[in-house]
């Protein structure tokens, strides 16, 4: 098996083997290898042992994501004897399911030669070739961008407080995404930094996706159209804060993207800070 950038080891020991019904699944825990979820699951299927690497990384309305794989399959003895089978093209996990080898070995040769205190040692060996995680809204006219942040001390947040991006300058204009506590309710906003100048107007017409990602890929999002014309935010409250802390929380910290297009944009002044 070819060696890629990114490789991982599932090992897992499904137990009380013999009392597996025809066509019952079993799994195994779900454990991460970069940031994806992974588990292996066997089933018994017309005499034969089936054997399965599933992805569980889930399905969101908007994000698309792919994982292009290679990998082993291969059930070990005790006394070191193996048999294993390898994909012979490259798998593409899209969604949380599952692929594998519905007939790596006859039931009655595993019983016979693998089975030890009624239980089975699987494991899988994965390449990983390539993995994508794009939004599935896009920008499709004017000028367009993307801001990101990790917002920290989650914990530490009061009702009431908010908490600021960097700024970032696109199209000489200045943006930053902001975060608050709202009633509960986990609050995220894009600014337009563009000062009003005296007796000087402007309009900065855009529509925009919030998104909130998670390490596994989970994602909340909204969107909205808006016009701009003083140095203010907009957005909204995209879902409750315990939510927010059950799902989108690691190291303390959410991770934010904000995807702007520009429509439009009247009269210009110099930026304020």
């Given at each position: 098996?070819?060696?890629?950038?990114?490789?991982?080891?599932?090992?897992?020991?499904?137990?009380?083997?013999?009392?597996?019904?025809?066509?019952?699944?079993?799994?195994?825990?779900?454990?991460?290898?970069?940031?994806?979820?992974?588990?292996?699951?066997?089933?018994?299927?017309?005499?034969?042992?089936?054997?399965?690497?599933?992805?569980?990384?889930?399905?969101?309305?908007?994000r698309k994501w792919s994982i292009q794989t290679k990998y082993t399959m291969k059930l070990v003895a005790v006394s070191g004897k193996y048999v294993q089978r390898t994909m012979n093209t490259n798998y593409e996990f899209q969604n949380p399911t599952g692929n594998g080898f519905p007939e790596l070995i006859s039931w009655e040769n595993m019983q016979r030669d693998y089975v030890n205190d009624d239980s089975i040692l699987i494991e899988a060996h994965a390449n990983i070739i390539n993995?994508?995680?794009?939004?599935?809204?896009?920008?499709?006219?004017?000028?367009?961008?993307?801001?990101?942040?990790?917002?920290?001390?989650?914990?530490?947040?009061?009702?009431?407080?908010?908490?600021?991006?960097?700024?970032?300058?696109?199209?000489?204009?200045?943006?930053?995404?902001?975060?608050?506590?709202?009633?509960?309710?986990?609050?995220?906003?894009?600014?337009?930094?563009?000062?009003?100048?005296?007796?000087?107007?402007?309009?900065?017409?855009?529509?925009?996706?919030?998104?909130?990602?998670?390490?596994?890929?989970?994602?909340?999002?909204?969107?909205?159209?808006?016009?701009?014309?003083?140095?203010?935010?907009?957005?909204?409250?995209?879902?409750?804060?315990?939510?927010?802390?059950?799902?989108?929380?690691?190291?303390?910290?959410?991770?934010?993207?904000?995807?702007?297009?520009?429509?439009?944009?009247?009269?210009?002044?110099?930026?304020?800070?």
């Amino acid at each position: 098996m070819s060696s890629y950038a990114k490789s991982f080891v599932l090992l897992h020991t499904f137990k009380n083997i013999s009392s597996l019904k025809e066509n019952e699944n079993r799994y195994s825990n779900v454990e991460r290898r970069y940031n994806t979820p992974w588990k292996l699951g066997i089933s018994r299927k017309n005499g034969m042992l089936a054997v399965y690497l599933y992805c569980n990384k889930e399905f969101y309305m908007h994000r698309k994501w792919s994982i292009q794989t290679k990998y082993t399959m291969k059930l070990v003895a005790v006394s070191g004897k193996y048999v294993q089978r390898t994909m012979n093209t490259n798998y593409e996990f899209q969604n949380p399911t599952g692929n594998g080898f519905p007939e790596l070995i006859s039931w009655e040769n595993m019983q016979r030669d693998y089975v030890n205190d009624d239980s089975i040692l699987i494991e899988a060996h994965a390449n990983i070739i390539n993995m994508t995680d794009t939004p599935t809204w896009q920008p499709n006219i004017g000028k367009s961008f993307v801001l990101k942040h990790t917002f920290g001390n989650i914990s530490r947040f009061v009702r009431g407080e908010q908490v600021y991006s960097d700024i970032e300058e696109h199209y000489n204009i200045p943006w930053r995404i902001t975060i608050s506590k709202c009633h509960e309710r986990l609050g995220i906003y894009l600014y337009c930094k563009k000062a009003v100048c005296e007796g000087k107007k402007y309009e900065v017409k855009c529509e925009f996706e919030v998104q909130l990602i998670s390490s596994s890929g989970k994602c909340d999002a909204g969107r909205r159209s808006v016009v701009f014309d003083q140095p203010y935010g907009r957005g909204m409250t995209l879902i409750s804060w315990e939510k927010m802390k059950k799902y989108y929380v690691d190291n303390d910290s959410i991770n934010v993207e904000v995807i702007v297009n520009i429509i439009d944009i009247k009269g210009w002044c110099h930026v304020f800070y």
